[in-house]
């Protein structure tokens, strides 16, 4: 009875997140960051779609320039981010870093 609960948990989950992610997808909306990893998580957006996508991170508002997996490391993904020709690296539970 408890995994038949928890597939039904994660179906409702990804048509939730799916719903979230088709009236933000064509256009430049902001999403948050977390979001945005939930989408690419569950499969609606392909890593080849995340360049370009306007994020938010905390207070600024930042345009994904590349979605770097680092699975050997130990770290979760870094995100390359821009805005106003300045460039940024944000790791999840490191914050965001100027380059």
Do not use: C
């Amino acid at each position: 009875m408890y995994d038949s609960d928890r597939s039904k948990n994660q179906d409702q989950t990804r048509k939730r997140e799916s719903k979230k992610y088709e009236t933000s997808k064509g256009r430049k909306t902001m999403i948050t960051i977390s979001k945005l990893r939930d989408a690419i998580d569950f499969g609606l957006i392909h890593m080849s779609e995340v360049k370009g996508q306007v994020v938010r991170v905390g207070f600024l508002t930042l345009t994904v320039e590349e979605y770097e997996l680092t699975p050997k490391d130990g770290m979760p993904n870094r995100w390359h981010l821009s805005r106003a020709g300045k460039r940024y690296i944000f790791t999840p539970y490191n914050g965001l870093q100027e380059v």
